[in-house]
């Protein structure tokens, strides 16, 4: 039997061989490991792992974070923001006449 005892065999997850600790009841080489295999199995994240933490993790994952994104934006004063909708509406006029120049020449001519 010690033969048998010092086998090794495959953890499920990394495929690393290892010496269970509890024979033909531990898949995984660690905590790690059977934690990663559980999660890709439900194809979530760990359900002790709260909300917050879990955006946080994304978040690092993305390698950016909403604080960076703001710095990075200068917030425009109110002038500025208002010449952008003036030149927007100044745009969608221009779109809207453009519009009704091609929709005149798609229709059909008057009877
Ligand atoms: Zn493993």
């Given amino acids: 039997m010690s033969l048998l005892d010092n086998s090794q065999i495959a953890c499920e997850y990394c495929r690393r061989k290892f010496v269970p600790k509890k024979r033909w009841v531990q898949k995984y080489c660690g ?3 059977r934690v ?3 999660n890709q199995r439900a194809g979530r994240a760990h359900p002790l792992e709260s909300q917050s933490a879990t955006k946080a993790r994304r978040r690092k994952e993305r390698g950016r974070t909403p604080t960076a994104v703001a710095v990075n ?7 500025e923001v208002l010449a952008a909708i003036g030149q927007l509406a100044e ?3 221009a ?3 453009l519009q009704q120049q091609l929709l005149a020449l798609l229709r059909p001519p008057p009877v």
Wanted: net charge negative; with cysteine.
């Fill in 36 to 38: 990663a295999a559980c």
């Fill in 91 to 93: 745009r969608l006029t």
């Fill in 95 to 97: 779109m809207e006449q």
């Fill in 31 to 33: 905590s790690p490991c």
């Fill in 73 to 79: 934006q200068p917030v425009p004063t109110n002038e």
